[in-house]
């Protein structure tokens, strides 16, 4: 069984920064994509971030390009979520997944991944 564990969130003003981790357990975590994921209230849950199994791969939504960075250390079972210039937008809670397939691709949505942490709430303040 796989236990996803997310730390780092709480409450910041505009502009500020937040690095999210995410620690995995299990000893397959270096074979399989992660993802991170946000959910607004009143809104569905979107992807923010992914980074591919090896990590040399990465992939973000358009509205968080050139402020969120993406990062594993496999050795550490982490995936990290850096987040710079953040924006009332970007209030959430955010949530760190596993895709299902080994050593595949990156992938955007939500049924591709199969175990999800219990989310961490990131706030930004005008």
């Known amino acids: 069984q796989v236990q996803l564990v997310e730390s780092g969130g709480g409450l910041v003003q505009a502009g500020g920064s937040l690095r999210l981790s995410c620690a995995a357990s299990?000893?397959?975590?270096?074979?399989?994509?992660m993802g991170w994921f946000r959910q607004a209230p009143g809104k569905e849950r979107e992807f923010v971030a992914g980074?591919?199994?090896?990590?040399?791969?990465?992939y973000y939504l358009d509205s968080v390009k050139g402020r969120f960075t993406i990062s594993r250390d496999n050795a550490k079972n982490t995936v990290y979520l850096q987040m710079n210039s953040l924006k009332p937008e970007d209030t959430a809670v955010y949530y760190c997944?596993?895709?299902?397939?080994?050593?595949?691709?990156?992938?955007?949505?939500?049924?591709?991944?199969?175990?999800w942490g219990q989310g961490t709430q990131v706030t930004v303040s005008s």
């Open positions: 980074i591919s199994w090896s990590g040399r791969n990465t």
């Open positions: 997944a596993r895709d299902t397939t080994a050593y595949g691709v990156v992938r955007r949505t939500e049924n591709e991944y199969d175990y």
């Open positions: 299990g000893r397959t975590f270096s074979n399989y994509a």
